[in-house]
């Protein structure tokens, strides 16, 4: 995360407001003395068409020119299915098998925080496997949004 010198204290954590007031942590960076830059809105989706009841279907998404900080998943299809998200670049698991898609996502208009955001190194990528759990052609679109960082 690129970090940037507070403007208000310049970096040294306390201000003093007047002179007959003790210094006090500085209200803009809360003491820290740097300014945080939280990165830029950016969704990354993956769609496929699952043919019916297809068992472990591999899918693979490369994150693109910057680090990827992933905050929210969301998902949509045309029948349920299950996925187990891994980090291609370090073979981390997000669970120990397959996640049936109630468990794991939400919708656009109520996303599925990730309980401690998860980075993904510039030019890692977003992969699993997911097997169809309808018993027909299941179309999925799953969403991993979150923000590039600097």
Not at 18 to 40: F, I, K, R, T, Y
Not at 86 to 93: E, I, K, V
Request: aromatic share 10%; net charge neutral.
């Amino acid at each position: 995360m690129a970090q940037q010198v507070c403007p208000f204290c310049q970096g040294k954590k306390v201000v003093q407001l007047s002179p007959a007031s003790p210094p006090q942590l500085c209200p803009v960076c809360n003491g820290m003395g740097v300014l945080e830059d939280p990165g830029l809105f950016f969704v990354y989706e993956i769609t496929l068409q699952l043919a019916a009841n297809v068992k472990q279907f591999p899918f693979q998404q490369n994150i693109l020119n910057r680090p990827f900080r992933w905050l929210f998943a969301m998902a949509t299809s045309t029948g349920p299915f299950s996925a187990l998200i891994q980090d291609g670049s370090t073979q981390r698991n997000f669970s120990n098998q397959e996640v049936h898609v109630n468990n794991l996502f939400g919708n656009s208009q109520n996303p599925f925080p990730l309980l401690t955001p998860y980075q993904f190194n510039q030019k890692g990528q977003i992969s699993g496997t997911m097997s169809d759990l309808s018993g027909a052609p299941n179309n999925v679109r799953m969403a991993f949004a979150g923000v590039e960082l600097n």
